[in-house]
């Protein structure tokens, strides 16, 4: 029997609660920055693929999407891939020529929420008769399905490529510890195992019509992963209304959210790791509480002094479920979500937990470890602090700038690996390929429903962003064919420069400071680095996209997220950014000779030992834009004779390569420390030059071009 309270206690511990998720970024600015980053995301992985003739759409799902998750969490980044290039039936009439078609089929030995998928002819809407692949499964009666192993098999391999450790947990396959991916269909209409939902009657008023319309329209994924409890598991497709969920939970205001991360911190913190075995209540299962509860009580019980009862309205429903034995899955009912996840003596074991939390209003919340919850809740309570808990703004930049790293490498990731599809192109195909990709770029239509209109002006501006970077290359391209055979460098082309010129505050202008040197024209290119050294101050954050950055783990300057913590959502600052300097070899008349080496890094069975991920962009000449800015400055006030500048130059450049090495801001610090060896060569210092190869040579010594500097130097002495 619960304990007596006063009246105000849930009152006033509901007000402290919503201070401590505060402090830990529960709050509408952070969650708007969270659903932006990840939406921009993934939109420009869609987009990626549109450009690259690939009709895969992206979609972000889960806790990093949903702004619902906190520092201590470590939440996964929940991907789902979507081949729109199969029509997935759900009968005879949506067959379609010339396509991959799959028909839904309830076998009698699926459960409510699974089906097979037959395959069909793309020729005739008549059943295939005889398996195309080895993921083309006869059964028993003779009819061809399409198995569930494909995704699974890929990934496999590829973790075998990479050398990285393969990752599986239910449906979703990965390489990397914090990344979840989840290969889909998309099923052409909603699924009869959803109508009931979409009809049941209501007492309150959400979800509305309108947002019951919509989800109608985003319909429904269809995810390889047979039920846990079926012997041809291999064969099942499970039904995931995933994009319905998510446009339910951004239908949530700031309180509901509140509620669904208590949900879960209690979850990791004080019942899971007291349940016995492998069981687990899991975020999804909270989640569909907070649904439930949503749909079921008053607006005027979801207000900040009423946020206690709220969570525990939510527990109740699960511990009711508990003595039933049924979690029904908020939009099919049928489908129970115990299945797998929790045993008849774990449920019994979750009740335990439950009524003792229930019973002592919350009580354990005060215990809660992660991110210190508990410790912010009693602070909270008592006016004097009862250890050191990092504050409030610090964990807000903490995110900020997490989300500010990771949205830029991701873009300039995004621009690397469009380019390495097209590193074997001559000059002039490249600079062809580019024009006609810029403009196809400007008029590219992702499909979007009517109800995804964040995600349609996300998509805008990526073209943008991503128009600007290729004509980066396209300009230099060009430039570079002109310089090559003598001619004179045309409008167009100062143009292509002139609208790429803030992709960021330093790549675009150096590669012109470049070109305008490699060109003779010195004063001019003296000019524009002086603009970039302006804008290149201490609140400019180095960013590289060649898989030398985990933007997982890398933290920003703490100046320049002070700057971000302004109140706009959008953490996808470019005016904030310098992104790594990127000469391709169609571009190598733009860039000064001694940089051609960097071009040609591999020596001997170098190439054989490229990580997979670097193996194209090695070709390249690529610099971290601070060192680049202060080499070419050596290099043009030596052409101009202004010794006092290029000594001055010189010493920057050593104390930028420090300084970026030690603060974290030089990602190539290979081909740094080899700019400014080639300074000390010209200054006549070979013996200190052949030191700072060597040192280049201890940070990388394979696939660096400080190994042929070496050999050339060792000759000479």
Same mark, same amino acid.
């Given at each position: ?164 450790? #393969? ?18 269909? /998309? ?150 979500? $115990? ?36 410790? /912010? ?55 062809? #390929? ?82 305008? #040197? ?70 190598? $008349? ?6 051609? $080496? ?120």
């Amino acid at each position: 029997m619960a304990g007596y309270v006063p009246v105000w206690f849930h009152s006033v511990m509901s007000l402290r609660l919503i201070a401590a998720l505060e402090d830990l970024g529960v709050t509408e600015l952070i969650i708007g920055r969270r659903r932006h980053t990840f939406l921009q995301e993934e939109s420009a992985y869609t987009l990626a693929h549109e450009i690259r003739g690939r009709p895969f759409v992206c979609y972000h799902f889960g806790s990093m999407t949903e702004g619902t998750t906190t520092p201590g969490m470590g939440s996964d980044i929940d991907t789902l891939g979507c081949n729109d290039s199969v029509n997935i039936m759900s009968g005879r009439p949506d067959w379609k020529r010339g396509k991959e078609n799959l028909l839904m089929v309830k076998h009698v030995s699926c459960s409510p929420q699974h089906y097979r998928l037959q395959e069909i002819r793309t020729d005739l809407p008549l059943p295939l008769t005889v398996p195309i692949d080895a993921f083309s499964v006869r059964d028993a009666d003779g009819i061809i399905y399409r198995s569930n192993r494909a995704a699974g098999t890929v990934v496999r391999q590829l973790a075998a490529v990479l050398n990285r450790p #393969y990752l599986n947990a239910g449906p979703s396959h990965s390489v990397l510890e914090m990344y979840d991916f989840v290969f889909a269909y /998309r099923c052409g209409t909603v699924p009869v195992e959803c109508e009931s939902w979409f009809t049941r009657p209501r007492h309150g008023i959400w979800p509305t019509q309108d947002m019951l319309q919509t989800a109608r329209e985003l319909g429904c994924f269809l995810i390889p992963d047979g039920h846990c409890n079926s012997e041809y598991s291999s064969l099942e497709w499970r039904v995931s209304p995933s994009l319905i969920e998510r446009h339910l939970m951004f239908s949530m205001h700031l309180i509901h959210m509140q509620c669904y991360v208590s949900l879960k911190l209690l979850k990791k913190d004080k019942i899971n790791p007291y349940l016995n075995g492998d069981g687990k209540l899991t975020s999804f299962h909270c989640k569909t509480a907070l649904f439930y509860a949503r749909e079921q009580l008053l607006s005027e019980m979801w207000t900040a002094d009423r946020l206690f009862d709220c969570i525990l309205y939510c527990l109740n429903l699960i511990r009711d479920w508990t003595i039933s034995g049924h979690f029904p899955h908020y939009i099919m009912d049928e489908v129970n979500l $115990f299945d797998g996840k929790l045993n008849s003596e774990q449920r019994v074991r979750l009740r335990t937990i439950l009524d003792i939390i229930i019973d002592t209003h919350l009580a354990p919340l005060a215990f809660v470890k992660t991110d210190d919850l508990g410790v /912010r809740l009693m602070n909270n309570v008592y006016t004097v602090g009862i250890r050191d808990i990092k504050p409030r703004r610090a964990v807000h930049q903490e995110i900020t700038g997490f989300l500010f790293v990771y949205s830029n490498v991701h873009l300039v990731t995004r621009i690397r690996i469009i380019l390495e599809e097209k590193a074997d192109k001559t000059p002039d195909e490249l600079c062809l #390929y580019l024009h006609t990709l810029v403009s196809e770029i400007a008029l590219l239509q992702v499909y979007r429903h009517g109800s995804e209109q964040a995600l349609c002006r996300l998509d805008s501006v990526n073209r943008d962003n991503i128009i600007r970077h290729l004509q980066q290359h396209l300009a230099s391209t060009a430039a570079s064919i002109c310089l090559q055979h003598g001619m004179h460098i045309g409008n167009r082309i100062w143009a292509w420069y002139s609208a790429a010129i803030d992709t960021d505050v330093a790549s675009t202008r150096l590669k012109l400071a470049s070109m305008l #040197y490699c060109k003779g024209d010195l004063q001019m290119a003296a000019d524009v680095l002086d603009d970039v050294d302006r804008r290149y101050d201490n609140t400019v954050q180095a960013i590289c996209g060649c898989n030398r950055v985990n933007p997982l783990v890398t933290r920003p300057r703490t100046v320049c997220t002070e700057l971000l913590n302004e109140g706009d959502t959008d953490v996808l600052k470019t005016n904030r950014v310098a992104y790594c300097v990127r000469f391709l070899r169609q571009e190598v $008349f733009c860039a000064p000779p001694f940089l051609h $080496f960097e071009m040609v890094r591999g020596v001997g069975e170098d190439i054989q030992h490229r990580h997979p991920n670097q193996r194209e962009w090695m070709n390249w000449a690529v610099f971290d834009s601070r060192p680049f800015l202060h080499f070419l400055q050596y290099l043009t006030f030596c052409g101009l004779g202004h010794r006092h500048k290029q000594l001055q130059a010189l010493q920057s450049l050593r104390v930028s390569i420090k300084n970026g090495i030690e603060q974290k801001q030089v990602f190539h610090p290979e081909t740094a420390t080899n700019l400014y060896a080639h300074c000390l060569e010209m200054e006549g210092r070979t013996n200190d030059a052949l030191g700072f190869y060597l040192a280049s040579q201890e940070l990388l010594p394979r696939n660096n071009a400080a190994n042929l500097h070496i050999r050339k130097l060792t000759n000479l002495l």
